[in-house]
């Protein structure tokens, strides 16, 4: 049964800015709620749900091996659902790739579609850098590499293949297995009714624009901020002081180089025309 | 050849053709199938495992693999088969004796259990299980049964421990993670206390006395490899009634830590929290 929503995207770029939302859409929620809510709509890397499902340590294979069962811990997790009739959100922040017997890792038979949330990479680079409490130098290597890859070590989540910014854009647009809706940060920042009611109209969502408002103001940036001040949120990693950090458009301004900047434009020149953080001239447009 | 790997003898058979699996099992997933007393299982480019009755473990390696790995899962996942089967409840845990204190770790992979088992083993406990721990439940009689397994630590873990590696064995030949070698002429034990393992990303650690359904359906989530127990419905009844009677008996703490800290900062904060 097509029962998987994947909620994709390259880290720091909305996706759980829009759990948020979405969670508080579907629950029809007066006041803001808390973390807790979107919590059980885990990561499609989490380690706990491989081994509850597969039964073997993840951390005991090699990181290959773990791929070859992927697609079939969410055959797993769909007939678990199949059976509540619901529809399960997974985030996740792997590239769309396929494992060495050249099985995708999405199924596309229980995939329903996929929400893929895009950044400006310049944007990415300052926020994952403090995300990750790292140098601002290494983001700028990690997000040009196309060996880069999110844990998969020793402990914590299951390797997720990433490559560089612009081919984890390009994997999810070019294979043809799953739907995919695109959505930019920038228009859930700046035109948030149109966009959140877009992403609410392409997954089957009964649109309600009343609530739709009231998600927006719900899973408002600084709600999530004031929230993970008061109580913490669970994805942030122990040294990163915030998960919900600036949000900000065009921050990177502050923090990145002209050096940087240009490294970063000039390797993903093409794929950030296209989504038009680049215009016509060859201008960045922020 | 022979399993010395609890107190009786387990026939394992490295069988040169390729292992069948039956039909009729009640669960199935493309690398593994189980019924009550029968399961198959298909390790890519390791083995093929069949365990039966709990008695016989058939092993079948994939050309060019190598024999820790075929080791690893035998002792692993075809063990943790092998005990559901008969009816000792695995947990996924690791146990030692402190202070006469039989005390079980369970937590998920990852958590810390076979870290803070091995820097208790420093402070003078005796190691009893790593990763598995069977536990006998017939009332009142609670008890740890210890396995002859080794205890597995990561690279990292050896290092803050000050344990070298150079002499140790990899699990696998591509991983950072060893065999330790303890001592261990430990006899089945009774079993005290219960600490459930975790992580968040706060700088403190935190502890609760679980109770109630909650204590329940936690202990509930310990069990080693419970997907089997999908294929097991007769075994799963057996359960209920024992993990109700552990649920009763046994006082459970959950600990959580910071994901990062020090071995021994976590060792320090469950020592006071050990009923003596």
Known sequence: ?286 | MNFSILSDTINVKYEGNKIESSDSYIYTRPHFKIKEDDFFLDIKNVARYRVQGGQTILVDPYENTDKESVKLFLEGSALGALLHQRGILPFHSSSFLYKDKGIMVCGDSGAGKSSLTAAFFQQGASFINDDITPVSISDPEITIIPVKTQMKLWDDSLNKLNIGSNNLLRIRPKLNKFYLPMDKNISEHRLDQIFILSIHNKDEFMAIELKGIDKYNVLRNQIYRKVYLRGMPEIQKKYFKQLFLLAKNIPVIRVTRPNICEIDDTMRFIEKKIIL
């Not at chain 1, 803001?32 to 597969?54: C, G, K, Q, R, Y």
């Not at chain 1, 969502?205 to 901020?225: H, V």
């Not at chain 1, 919900?244 to 458009?249: A, N, T, Y």
């Not at chain 1, 390797?267 to 447009?285: A, P, V």
Request: aromatic content about 14%; hydrophobic content about 35%; some cysteine.
């Open chain 1, 1 to 286: 049964m097509k029962n998987i929503v994947w909620l994709a995207s390259y880290p720091k770029s909305g996706n759980t800015w829009f759990r948020m939302f979405l969670a508080n859409y579907q629950k029809k929620s007066k006041n803001p709620l808390s973390f807790e809510e979107i919590e059980s709509a885990t990561i499609s890397s989490n380690a706990v749900n491989f081994e509850d499902e597969i039964g073997l340590n993840p951390f005991e294979l090699y990181q290959d091996e773990v791929d070859l069962y992927r697609p079939d811990m969410y055959h797993a997790l769909s007939e678990k659902t199949e059976k509540e009739g619901i529809i399960s959100y997974k985030k996740t922040h792997d590239a769309y790739t396929k494992n060495g017997e050249g099985v995708p890792l999405f199924p596309e038979n229980i995939s329903k579609c996929a929400v893929y949330f895009v950044r400006n990479p310049l944007d990415v680079c300052v926020s994952y850098a403090n995300h990750s409490a790292g140098k601002i130098e290494k983001t700028v290597e990690f997000l040009l590499n196309e060996t880069s890859f999110l844990a998969g070590k020793k402990k914590g989540q299951l390797r997720q293949i990433l490559m560089s910014w612009k081919n984890h854009v390009q994997s999810w647009k070019n294979q043809s297995e799953i739907t995919v809706h695109f959505v930019r940060y920038e228009d859930m920042l700046k035109k948030p009714l149109e966009t959140f009611g877009e992403i609410v109209r392409f997954l089957g969502l009964e649109y309600d624009e009343g609530l739709i408002k009231k998600a927006i103001i719900n899973s408002d940036f600084k709600t999530l901020q004031h929230m993970e001040q008061e109580k913490g949120f669970k994805e942030k990693m122990q040294k990163c002081e915030h998960f919900f950090w600036k949000g900000k458009i065009g921050n990177y301004r502050e923090y990145l180089s002209e050096e940087q900047i240009q490294q970063i434009v000039t390797y993903n020149y093409d794929t950030m025309k296209e989504f038009g953080y680049i215009n016509n001239e060859g201008k960045l447009t922020v």
